[in-house]
């Protein structure tokens, strides 16, 4: 028995009590390719002590780079050959192949990366390739079916089904750093190879870049990490057009409100994010945000987190307008917020 589900304007085949995934799963393969790397690797430190050593009369010198040669996946995002990956897949690298599910093979050429978005954008001269939708992730719900496609652990062309587990989620704990980063949380089985790779929704669209696991040793363990696809696109435009994300700030440092955070600076509820300081050339003091004040949404988002922040401001550049909503002294107003890069103006950032 076949029947339709509409939920939102989307329609989703299930059958008999399931949801069929098979139109995303054939729409989304063609659209994923494999990455093959070569980068070279400096001599370690162990070579660097026995050089110049009597080990040298016997074994010859040894080279001072090594040729090494990593993997990932990529999505080609135009009928032209643009591709959206990891930065951590290209980075460094100084050969660049894809393959294309066809098994056709191309020189790749990178065309720009943002490490902090771990994003990179790889060209191929190539026209008429299939290619994969953005879907807006603002829609993204949580319990919605996806599939991961990439190639893992160098099984080419895997297709692995889940569902969203969380929306806004930082990595800073996993990383041990300060995360610019808000990602799409999935049980999707990713692994080694899956970098790079599309996470779809059930029309085979386009809703994130998958990029990371939370795992102690590298392999999946029920946990995966995608970035949205606003932030992807927003990426991929800039690169495209710049060679060079066009990053845009608040500049202002914030606090997540949690009892504690409440009760230590006397605010009503435990909710919105408190600014600690305000840069005095940032665009929030430019435009009037003031310490002290609580944020509580941007854009009619509401923002509890960093991560909600992020990922709002990810997908703005400087010189656009924002609505911030906050309260100061117990009352709630909004302010239209142009924003900045990170030099305090609106200028283009070049490579």
Same mark, same amino acid.
């Given at each position: 028995?076949?029947?339709?589900?509409?939920?939102?304007?989307?329609?989703?085949?299930?059958?008999?009590?399931? =949801?069929?995934?098979?139109?995303?799963?054939?729409?989304?393969?063609?659209? =994923?390719?494999?990455?093959?790397?070569?980068?070279?690797?400096?001599?370690?430190?162990?070579?660097?002590?026995?050089?110049?050593?009597?080990?040298?009369?016997?074994?010859?010198?040894?080279?001072?780079?090594?040729?090494?040669?990593?993997?990932?996946?990529?999505?080609?995002?135009?009928?032209?050959?643009?591709?959206?990956?990891?930065?951590?897949?290209?980075?460094?690298?100084?050969?660049? !192949?894809? !393959?294309?599910?066809?098994? #056709?093979?191309?020189?790749?050429?990178?065309?720009?990366? %943002?490490?902090?978005?771990?994003?990179?954008?790889?060209?191929?001269?190539?026209?008429?390739?299939?290619?994969?939708?953005?879907?807006?992730?603002?829609?993204?719900?949580?319990?919605?079916?996806?599939?991961?496609?990439?190639?893992?652990?160098?099984?080419?062309?895997?297709?692995?089904?889940?569902?969203?587990?969380? /929306?806004? #989620?930082?990595?800073?704990?996993? #990383?041990?750093?300060?995360?610019?980063?808000?990602?799409?949380?999935?049980?999707?089985?990713?692994?080694?190879?899956?970098?790079?790779?599309?996470?779809?929704?059930?029309?085979?669209?386009?809703?994130?870049?998958?990029?990371?696991?939370?795992?102690?040793?590298?392999?999946?363990?029920?946990?995966?990490?995608?970035?949205?696809?606003?932030?992807?696109?927003?990426?991929?435009?800039?690169? /495209?057009?710049?060679?060079?994300?066009?990053?845009?700030?608040?500049?202002?440092?914030?606090?997540?409100?949690?009892?504690?955070?409440?009760?230590?600076?006397?605010?009503?509820?435990? /909710?919105?994010?408190?600014?600690?300081?305000?840069?005095?050339?940032?665009?929030?003091?430019?435009?009037?945000?003031?310490?002290?004040?609580?944020?509580?949404?941007?854009?009619?988002?509401? =923002?509890?987190?960093?991560?909600?922040?992020?990922?709002?401001?990810?997908?703005?550049?400087?010189?656009?307008?924002?609505?911030? !909503?906050?309260? #100061?002294?117990?009352?709630?107003?909004?302010?239209?917020?142009?924003?900045?890069?990170?030099?305090?103006?609106? %200028? =283009?950032?070049?490579?």
């Amino acid at each position: 028995m076949l029947v339709f589900s509409f939920h939102h304007g989307l329609q989703a085949q299930v059958r008999s009590g399931y =949801v069929d995934l098979t139109y995303a799963a054939e729409r989304s393969v063609n659209a =994923v390719t494999y990455i093959k790397t070569e980068f070279v690797q400096k001599n370690s430190l162990w070579d660097d002590f026995f050089s110049g050593s009597f080990w040298e009369e016997f074994f010859g010198s040894a080279p001072s780079m090594y040729p090494l040669q990593a993997a990932g996946s990529g999505v080609i995002v135009s009928p032209d050959g643009y591709i959206l990956t990891n930065n951590h897949v290209v980075e460094d690298a100084v050969k660049v !192949t894809i !393959t294309l599910y066809d098994k #056709r093979e191309y020189p790749g050429t990178v065309v720009g990366t %943002d490490p902090k978005s771990d994003l990179a954008l790889i060209k191929i001269e190539e026209t008429n390739l299939p290619y994969l939708e953005f879907a807006n992730s603002d829609s993204v719900r949580l319990g919605e079916w996806v599939l991961a496609v990439g190639n893992p652990l160098s099984l080419h062309t895997t297709v692995t089904a889940g569902i969203i587990s969380a /929306k806004a #989620r930082q990595l800073s704990s996993y #990383r041990g750093k300060n995360s610019e980063e808000s990602y799409l949380q999935t049980d999707a089985a990713i692994n080694p190879g899956n970098s790079g790779g599309a996470l779809v929704n059930t029309q085979g669209k386009l809703v994130g870049i998958n990029s990371a696991i939370a795992s102690g040793d590298g392999y999946f363990t029920g946990y995966s990490f995608a970035i949205p696809s606003n932030i992807a696109k927003k990426v991929y435009m800039d690169l /495209k057009q710049y060679g060079k994300m066009q990053k845009a700030y608040l500049g202002l440092s914030m606090i997540e409100i949690n009892a504690e955070v409440a009760k230590e600076y006397n605010l009503s509820e435990v /909710k919105g994010i408190y600014v600690a300081d305000v840069d005095e050339k940032g665009a929030a003091m430019q435009n009037g945000l003031q310490e002290g004040d609580v944020i509580l949404s941007i854009e009619q988002h509401p =923002v509890n987190s960093f991560a909600e922040v992020l990922g709002v401001l990810n997908t703005k550049s400087p010189g656009e307008i924002v609505s911030v !909503t906050y309260m #100061r002294d117990g009352e709630k107003k909004t302010r239209k917020i142009t924003l900045l890069n990170e030099n305090g103006t609106t %200028d =283009v950032i070049t490579k």
